[in-house]
């Protein structure tokens, strides 16, 4: 299953970078999220294991690569192992 992917509107609502999945589809749609260093305002841009995502959290930008794609939106350190941080 090295392939499988999810939408990245889905990826920040489980891994809790977003309260809801429409809260993390504005987000997405008003450009204020990078994929692979790329300005992405799609929610079905596809998200997997190795990609690198900018977002904006609290004014300032976080970098984290996503290590395992969640299959829910579990508890915080159930999301927090989904993805590393970069800076």
Known sequence: ??????????????ARFARSRSIAQALVGEGHIR???RAI????AQ????S??????SGQVRVVRVEALP????PAPEAQ???TDLV
């Open 71 to 74: 299959g829910r939106r579990g």
């Open 47 to 50: 998200v997997r294991v190795g």
């Open 1 to 14: 299953m090295a392939d499988s992917t999810i939408r990245i509107d889905q990826f920040l609502c489980f």
């Open 41 to 44: 305002r799609k929610p079905s």
């Open 35 to 37: 994929l692979d260093g």
């Open 52 to 57: 690198v995502l900018g977002l904006p959290v």
């Open 81 to 83: 192992s989904c993805y």
